[in-house]
C-alpha cells in the first residue's frame, strides 16, 4: 500500500498560474524518497501535464540515475532511469572504487528537452590527475521511455557537479564545482549541449570559505541570477549556501544569512543536510530539495544512506529564497489534489514487493545491480524451475577482486533499496551445491567492501562454528557439507564468522532465508525451511553500522558465487516479499 502525505482540507483555491485545485495547509512527511537517493535535482514541467521530475545519484548501481514522476509531490513513482543500457556509457564497467561511478546529476528541461549533465567520477585516480572527471550529457524528449535517454555526450572539464543553465542572452552555460583538492571554487563556461563543446573556464564564486563549494545550480529569477552551492563536505557540516549577480558571469555577492540551510550542530535527526535544488509548483510556490541522512548527530547507524527530503521555500521577488529547516514531519505549501496517474514501470516509493517471477515476466523496474549484469546469469522462470529466478553463479563474490573492482565478469547479484527503517526481507531458495565453496544467499550490501550475507555454501564440516538441534555434522571431518554461512566486510568492525550446519530435516527441500531490521540499529538474519516458518532460526544479530558509511545507501539482494573456485551450479530463487513496516524520523 501507498502511504500518501497526510493533509488537512480545509477549502480549496484554483490559482492562476496553475489548473489543479490546492488543499490548504498540507503536511507531509520526509524523507520523500527514502533510502539511497542522493544529490537529488528535481523540475516541474507544465508540459508534461504538470509532472514533478527527480533525478538523483548512482555511483557504480544499474541501471544508473533513477527518475521519479508525481504530479501532487505526495505519491513518487519509479518512471525508469537515465542509464539504462550499456551502449550509453560503456565506462561504467570499468570503475574501481566503492565512492566511483555516476555522482551528481542535474536535471532540466528546456524547449521540449529533458537534459541530464553529471560526472562519471573514476575517485581511484589522484586528486590532481584530470582525468579522473569524465563529464557527460545525456538527453530525451521522452522520459518515460528508456530508448529515448541518449548515449553521453562527453565535455571537458577539470571538476564536477554539472548543471545546464539557459541565460537571458540567449546563450547555453554550464556551472560545475572545480576539482577542490586542486583549487576550490564554482566556474562557468558557454556549452553546446548537443556537442559537448565548451568555451573557456571562468571563476564566478568561491563560495563562504566551507570545504568544497560544490552542487552549483543557477536561476534566473527577477532579472536577478541566484547561485546555489553546497559547502562544508557531505558529511556533519554540510550545507546549502546562496550567492547572486546581475549577471550570469558574475561578480556574486552572498546571502549575508548563508547557509540558507543546514542541520550541522544541531540535534536533529536529520543530519548532514546539503546539495540541494529548487523548483516550483504549477501555483507558483517553491521547494527545496536536498540530501539528508537520517543518523542523528552521533553519525553510527545510517544503513539507508543520503536520502531525498524536501522542505517548502519562500521566495519573494527581488530577494533571496527563505528556506525552511528540514524536520521529519513537516508543514508546507498548499499541495495539488492527490493524483496516482503516472506512467513508468516501476513502483512507488513506499510499496513493498510481492514477486514470484511469473514465467514470460521481467524483471522489476526497481531491481538494482552492481555495475552492469551479465544477462545470461538472471532467467526468469527456466524451464522445470516455474516462478523462479535462476542464477547463474560469478567466480567473484560480493567483494570482488580488492573490494574495489570487479572486472568484465561481474558479480552475480541483484537487489532493491532498503528504503525503510523497519521492514522484512525474505527470499525462499533451492540450491543444492555439489563442490567447494559454490554458494548462495541474501546480502544486506552497500559495496564491495560493505556488505553482510547469508548464504547456503558447501564448506568442509569442520568450519562449523555452531551445531544447531537436529543436526548430525561430524565436526572433526573435513568432507564438504552445505551449511549456512554469515560473514561480512567493512572498514567498521563486524562479528566473525558464523557457520552453521543445515539441520537433517531440512535438508532436500527449498530454504526460506530472511533479513529483518526490527530497530534502527540492528539486522536479524535467519533461515529456515520454506514450509515450516515455525522452526526458522536466527543465525545472527548483527548492527547496521557496517554499512553506514560513504556515499550510497543499503540495497538488499541475492548472489550466486562459486567464490573463485571452478563450481557452475545455479540458484533458484522464489517468493520474493519486502515489508516496509516503519519509518523514524525523529
Known amino acids: 500500500m501507498r502511504a500518501a502525505a497526510v493533509s488537512l482540507v480545509v477549502g480549496f483555491v484554483s490559482r492562476t498560474l496553475g489548473t489543479e485545485l490546492y488543499a490548504h495547509n498540507s503536511t507531509y512527511y520526509n524523507p520523500i524518497l527514502p533510502g539511497f537517493h542522493p544529490d537529488p535535482s528535481c523540475v516541474f514541467v507544465s508540459e508534461w501535464d504538470n509532472t514533478f521530475f527527480c533525478a538523483s545519484s548512482s555511483f557504480n548501481a544499474f541501471p544508473g540515475i533513477p527518475l521519479h514522476a508525481s504530479k501532487d509531490l505526495q505519491n513518487w513513482k519509479l518512471i525508469g532511469h537515465v542509464l539504462n543500457r550499456r551502449e550509453q556509457l560503456p565506462r561504467l564497467a570499468e570503475t574501481n572504487r566503492s565512492t566511483s561511478g555516476i555522482w551528481a546529476p542535474s536535471l532540466r ?15 581511484d585516480r589522484p586528486a590532481e590527475d584530470s582525468s579522473r572527471w569524465d563529464n557527460i550529457i545525456f538527453k530525451s524528449d521522452d522520459p518515460y521511455d528508456p530508448c529515448s535517454w541518449s548515449d553521453a555526450v562527453h565535455f571537458d572539464f577539470e571538476g564536477y557537479d554539472t548543471s545546464p543553465v539557459w541565460g537571458s542572452d540567449g546563450k547555453t552555460y554550464i556551472v560545475g564545482a572545480h576539482a577542490w583538492r586542486v583549487f576550490p571554487g564554482i566556474l562557468l563556461a558557454e556549452a553546446d549541449l548537443e556537442t559537448g563543446q565548451v568555451g573557456e573556464w571562468r571563476g564566478i564564486w568561491n563560495g563562504t570559505g566551507g570545504t568544497a563549494p560544490e552542487g552549483p545550480h543557477i536561476y534566473l529569477k527577477d532579472e536577478w541570477y541566484y547561485l546555489l552551492a553546497a559547502e562544508g563536505g557531505t558529511g556533519l557540516e554540510h550545507m546549502v549556501t546562496m550567492a547572486r549577480s546581475k549577471s550570469i558571469q558574475g561578480p556574486y555577492e552572498a546571502n549575508p544569512l548563508d547557509p540558507v540551510l543546514s542541520n550541522a550542530n544541531t540535534t536533529n535527526y536529520f543530519q548532514t543536510v546539503g546539495h540541494a535544488d529548487l523548483f516550483h509548483d504549477a501555483a507558483g510556490n517553491w521547494w527545496g530539495v536536498a540530501l539528508s541522512t537520517r543518523s542523528g548527530p552521533e553519525y553510527l547507524y545510517y544503513p539507508m544512506g543520503r536520502e531525498t ?33 503516472v506512467n513508468g514501470p516501476g513502483p512507488f516509493i513506499t510499496d513493498g514487493d510481492v514477486i514470484n517471477f511469473k514465467p514470460e515476466s521481467a524483471l522489476p523496474a526497481h531491481f ?16 522445470g524451475h516455474p516462478n523462479t529466478l535462476r542464477l547463474s553463479p560469478s567466480k567473484l563474490n560480493l567483494t570482488g577482486l580488492n573490494g574495489n573492482y570487479a572486472g568484465p565478469e561481474g558479480q552475480t547479484f541483484v537487489g532493491r533499496r532498503q528504503q525503510d527503517t ?8 533451492d540450491f543444492s551445491p555439489v563442490s567447494l565453496e559454490e554458494e548462495a544467499g541474501v546480502s544486506v550490501f552497500l559495496t564491495q567492501n560493505h556488505h553482510l550475507d547469508l548464504g547456503v555454501a558447501m564448506l568442509p564440516s569442520n568450519r562449523s562454528t555452531a551445531v544447531p538441534p537436529g543436526s548430525n555434522n561430524p ?14 566486510i567493512s572498514y567498521i568492525p563486524v562479528p566473525e564468522d558464523a ?12 530454504l526460506r532465508l530472511e533479513i529483518k531490521a526490527h530497530n534502527m540499529t540492528h539486522y536479524s538474519i535467519s533461515a529456515g525451511p520454506a514450509d515450516a516458518l515455525s522452526q526458522m532460526i536466527t ?7 557496517p554499512v553506514s558509511w560513504g556515499f550510497t545507501g543499503v540495497i ?18 522464489s517468493n520474493w516479499r519486502y515489508t516496509p513496516q516503519g519509518q523514524f524520523r525523529n
Do not use: H, K
Open 556 to 573: 538488499l539482494g541475492i548472489y550466486c558465487t562459486s567464490n573463485g573456485y571452478e563450481g557452475t551450479t545455479p540458484a533458484y530463487f
Open 309 to 341: 527530503v524536501m522542505v517548502p521555500v519562500t521566495w519573494d521577488d527581488g530577494q533571496f529564497p527563505v528556506w525552511s529547516p528540514v524536520q521529519g514531519e513537516m508543514s508546507g505549501w498548499a499541495f495539488p489534489q492527490e493524483d496516482t496517474e
Open 422 to 429: 523497519l521492514f522484512t526481507y525474505s527470499v525462499d531458495l
Open 475 to 488: 565436526a572433526n571431518s573435513s568432507g564438504i557439507i552445505p551449511q549456512l554461512r554469515f560473514r561480512g
Open 539 to 545: 543465525i545472527i544479530e548483527v548492527s547496521n553500522a
Open 499 to 510: 557457520v552453521v550446519p543445515i539441520p537433517e530435516n531440512w535438508s532436500d527441500q527449498p
Open 368 to 383: 538494482t545491480y552492481w555495475r552492469f549484469p551479465i544477462p545470461e546469469s538472471y532467467t526468469v522462470s527456466p524451464p
Open 109 to 123: 528541461f528546456n524547449e521540449g528537452i529533458f537534459w541530464l549533465v553529471t560526472t562519471l567520477v573514476d575517485d
